[in-house]
């Protein structure tokens, strides 16, 4: 059983950064996504990462401000923030890949609790 746990997570002024961090326990995970849900909206894909590191994208929204990368070593999967936006404040959840569209969060399973970003304008 595989259990995913988000961390790196808070309050931040616009235009500031933070880097997530989502860590395994149980056994590797294979590809990993990472997505985001507001109040009163729907979850959205955010960044997808193979197990092998490449293929990596981002979502248009964060496109240039976000990377997602991987330490295999450390089972653990990281999204840095940069220059950030209020509109970027939601709760961070990342996911296992299982297959079909990657940016489907129904395709996606073992979700952690999420981590919650709050940026201020």
């Known amino acids: 059983q595989v259990q995913l746990v988000e961390s790196g997570g808070g309050l931040v002024q616009a235009g500031g950064s933070l880097r997530l961090s989502c860590t395994a326990s149980?056994?590797?995970?294979?590809?990993v996504g990472w997505f985001r849900q507001a109040p009163g909206k729907e979850r959205e894909f955010v960044a997808h990462i193979h197990w092998s590191g490449s293929p990596a994208y981002h979502a248009n929204s964060v496109k240039g401000r976000f990377a997602i990368s991987r330490d295999n070593a450390e089972n653990s999967v990281s999204l840095q923030m940069h220059s950030l936006k209020p509109e970027d404040s939601a709760v961070y959840s990342c996911?296992?890949?299982?297959?079909?569209?990657?940016?489907?969060?129904?395709?996606?399973w073992g979700w952690g609790k999420g981590t919650l970003v709050t940026v201020s304008s």
């Open positions: 996911s296992i890949y299982s297959a079909g569209n990657d940016e489907d969060a129904i395709n996606y």
């Open positions: 149980g056994r590797a995970v294979r590809s």
